[in-house]
């Protein structure tokens, strides 16, 4: 079985510019999140959808990030304009279910903003 | 208020010796779970074990077992017989439901652990 796939793995932007990542889960899974891992911290949830309906972004700072998830299957991240604070790595999970209590993760983006 | 509190920013362990990695958390729920994710220095996150609130027994999963204290509100994780492929960072992690009907998952800050020959 092929595990949560993520390019690009690593991306080095200006600030001020923009950025998209993408999210290919595993296949069935209903659920998809993605979450923001800052240096030295555990990662934060910043969007979560079920299927392709988002079911909590309370932490997504909507002013300069977006994620979509068309035909309930892949996703993207976008951030709009990059600020320095955003240099951080990008998980995206999986789960068959939302009440599912196992996440599988992908790789990561590594994002760095100079 | 911090969710999920590991105190432990750092551990070390002789190899084939135990280690417990300390977890407290806090929630007002009844019904909620406890994990434990392994990340190594190639960055993905896996899954170790998980414990439900109600489950009267302890989790085990091979070399890992988690110590769950509930009046404690502690979820701490044992791992037996330290390898040094178990050198990584540990991540305990508490799962809520949320007002829509979902489940959140906290993450908190992380435990390095390194294991010594």
């Known amino acids: 079985e092929a595990g949560v796939a993520q390019s690009p793995r690593y991306k080095i932007i200006e600030k001020r510019q923009s950025v998209a990542f993408w999210c290919n889960p595993i296949?069935?899974?209903?659920?998809l999140y993605w979450y923001q891992q800052i240096l030295g911290q555990g990662p934060k949830l910043l969007i979560q959808?079920?299927?392709?309906?988002?079911?909590?972004d309370s932490q997504l700072p909507k002013d300069r990030f977006s994620a979509e998830r068309l035909k309930g299957v892949d996703s993207t991240l976008k951030i709009q304009p990059a600020k320095l604070e955003d240099s951080a790595v990008y998980l995206c999970?999986?789960?068959?279910?939302?009440?599912?209590?196992?996440?599988?993760f992908g790789p990561g983006t590594r994002l760095t903003v100079t | 208020a911090q969710k999920i509190t590991q105190t432990q920013p750092g551990m070390f362990v002789q190899e084939k010796e135990a280690v417990t990695l300390d977890c407290t958390y806090d929630?007002?729920?009844?019904?909620?779970?406890l994990f434990w994710y392994k990340q190594p220095s190639s960055g993905e996150m896996i899954f170790l074990i998980y414990?439900?609130?109600?489950?009267?027994q302890n989790a085990t999963e091979g070399r890992y077992s988690l110590n769950f204290q509930k009046a404690r509100k502690s979820a701490n994780l044992v791992i037996s017989a330290s390898q040094l492929g178990d050198s990584a960072m540990y991540f305990c992690?508490?799962?809520?439901?949320?007002?829509?009907?979902?489940?959140?998952?906290?993450f908190g800050a992380g435990t390095r652990l390194f294991v010594k020959a």
């Open positions: 999970a999986s789960s068959p279910q939302s009440s599912s209590y196992e996440q599988y």
């Open positions: 992690a508490m799962r809520e439901g949320m007002n829509t009907g979902g489940f959140k998952t906290i």
């Open positions: 296949s069935g899974h209903a659920t």
């Open positions: 959808f079920q299927n392709n309906g988002v079911v909590d």
């Open positions: 414990q439900g609130s109600y489950d009267e």
């Open positions: 929630t007002s729920d009844q019904s909620y779970g």
